[in-house]
């Protein structure tokens, strides 16, 4: 910056100009801070999960799953759609390498199928999108309710 009126030097070729130091930080930040911090769009219409434990499918307006828990309960199915529909990513870093593990695919209605790989890290966990060269790093508790059906425990039937 140039002292008397805070103005930043910008060379372009052989040529030095001042600019008003107005989005210097947007220029300096990461690209990735740019970056929806969302696993997918937010008008996305799931109609499909292959997760590394079960499917869980949209059929005649129904969700199915298979293999279906014991004390199945389609408010758990619900409640895993939406945490796709809302988890965001605490960082999102360049995948340096394509990635191989368990995988996720997402099928969004009249959309292709979006993949994830599963990678754990030092940070916790991050879901690798091999096709577009990103990993989604999240925490644990999210990963957990992205992967996972909450069911409903009965209570424990006590003799009288």
């Known amino acids: 910056n140039e002292p008397l009126q805070q103005r930043r030097y910008v060379q372009i070729n052989n ?6 130091d107005s989005f210097y930080y947007q220029v300096a930040s990461k690209v990735s801070t740019f970056i929806d911090h969302g696993l997918l769009a937010k008008d996305s219409a799931i109609t499909k999960l292959e997760l590394p434990e079960f499917t869980a ?3 005649e307006g129904k969700w ?3 293999p279906q828990p014991e004390n199945f309960s389609a408010d758990a199915v619900t409640e895993l759609i939406n945490h796709w529909r809302n988890t965001q990513a605490i ?3 360049k995948a340096d390498k394509i990635r191989t593990g368990k995988n996720i695919t997402v099928y969004i209605k009249d959309k292709p199928p979006v993949n994830f790989t599963i990678v754990k890290n030092d940070t916790g966990i991050a879901l690798v999108r091999n ?3 990103l990993a989604y790093n999240i925490s644990e508790d999210n990963f957990n309710g992205l992967t996972r059906l909450i069911v409903n425990n009965p209570p424990d039937n006590q003799p009288e």
């Open 57 to 59: 499918e949209l059929t």
């Open 15 to 20: 040529t030095l100009h001042t600019i008003t």
């Open 131 to 133: 096709d577009i060269g």
């Open 64 to 66: 199915q799953v298979n």
């Open 91 to 93: 960082e999102i870093a």
